[in-house]
């Protein structure tokens, strides 16, 4: 993958610089925390960065028709870093994420109101091109979505779909793609064959690859390991981590302990679409502010 610079604005793309000695540590599992699993420390290589904001919602407001899934909305979402957003069903952590990069404006009937920053500039301005947008900002879905082409050609689509087929060598940039969503090592004797004929973890690993083929500086995740076995869960994760050295990560999940195990910042949204808590995520599942956030860790409901 190319280094990028992080100064850079939509919708040009330029270098930036990447660690490689980023590390994972974690506490033993916690017995005056809310809940029981490892959680994330600021003892990593990135957990220890000044927070640098790359996404930033300001009173972020998004309308289905006359139904309000987000109210108010601001967060400031941090570079290298993985962010966790979770909540109960319907409580607009989906909407959210698929308003940073502008999928909702495939849907007809959603209105946005507020504002929503990539590096400064607001994403929703007029001269904003959407597709520039998702170029920089990438996306994994729930389900895998290989497309019924051999495993090359789907890591291959986006840099082809760019025309940047004749400025890059497309043999390394696909093992290249593979090898940073930790796949090479388990289809390189058969690049030729389907993605369909994968496993569910595989694909959606092949998903990821396709994903940071493209060079984006953001990688938003939703719920990208609920359809997934455990094993293929923790590949998922381990993924995750190592993606946060070069990428800003922002992921959707319904997993606590996921969001406790992964994550350097914990966002939570409840029912009605507003945020009620964002902060480091020790605090949040050792002690949060809120009652409600108390409340939803421990299952007092949601």
Known sequence: MT?????????????????????TMTTPELEDGLITTEVQTEETDRGGRPDETVVEARNLDVYYGDQQALRGVSIEIPEHKVTAIIGPSGCGK??????????????DACRIDGELYFHGKNVYDDDVDPVALRRKIGMVFQKPNPLPKSIYDNVAYG????GKDDEVDLDDAVAEALRGAALWDEVKDKLDESGLDLSGGQQQRLCIARAIATDP?????????????????????????????????????????????ISDKTAVFLTGGELVEFDDTATIFENPADDRVEDYITGKFG
Do not use: C, G, W
């Open 3 to 23: 280094a990028r610079d992080t100064d850079d604005q939509i919708p040009t793309s330029e270098t930036r610089e990447t660690d490689d000695t980023a590390t």
């Open 94 to 107: 989906s909407t959210f994420l698929r308003s940073i990069n502008r999928m909702n404006d495939q849907i």
């Open 159 to 162: 840099l082809r779909v760019q």
């Open 217 to 261: 500086e953001v990688i938003l995740m939703d719920e990208p390991a609920s359809a997934l076995d455990p094993v293929a869960t923790s590949k998922i994760e381990d993924l995750i981590d190592d993606l946060a050295r070069e990428y800003t990560v922002v992921i959707v999940t319904h997993n606590m302990q996921q969001a406790a195990r």
